[in-house]
């Protein structure tokens, strides 16, 4: 699971280039107040110009990402996240 109030140009998604932004019109936060469950090895990444979680994230033997800033990069190998920056 990828929760983003940044934005994803469709380009960059079609070619594997997952570079997020901010949008200046758009100063929105993502915001967990339940419960979010990944599957074995999954991910949960929730990042935007704010974060907040009083809820509840599992992520058995996956990777948890709660990350607040102006632009975003994650890269991937296979299933797996091999980085993560805030640019």
Do not use: C, R, W
């Amino acid at each position: 699971l990828i929760a983003s109030t940044s934005n994803l140009t469709d380009s960059d998604f079609l070619n594997h280039d997952y570079h997020f932004s901010k949008d200046p019109q758009f100063n929105g936060a993502v915001v967990n107040q339940g419960t979010i469950i990944a599957a074995n090895h999954g991910l949960v990444a929730l990042i935007g110009g704010a974060v907040s979680n009083s809820g509840m994230i599992e992520a058995s033997m996956g990777q948890v990402v709660l990350a607040a800033g102006d632009s975003f990069t994650m890269t991937f190998a296979g299933n797996d996240l091999v980085s993560f920056a805030v640019d």
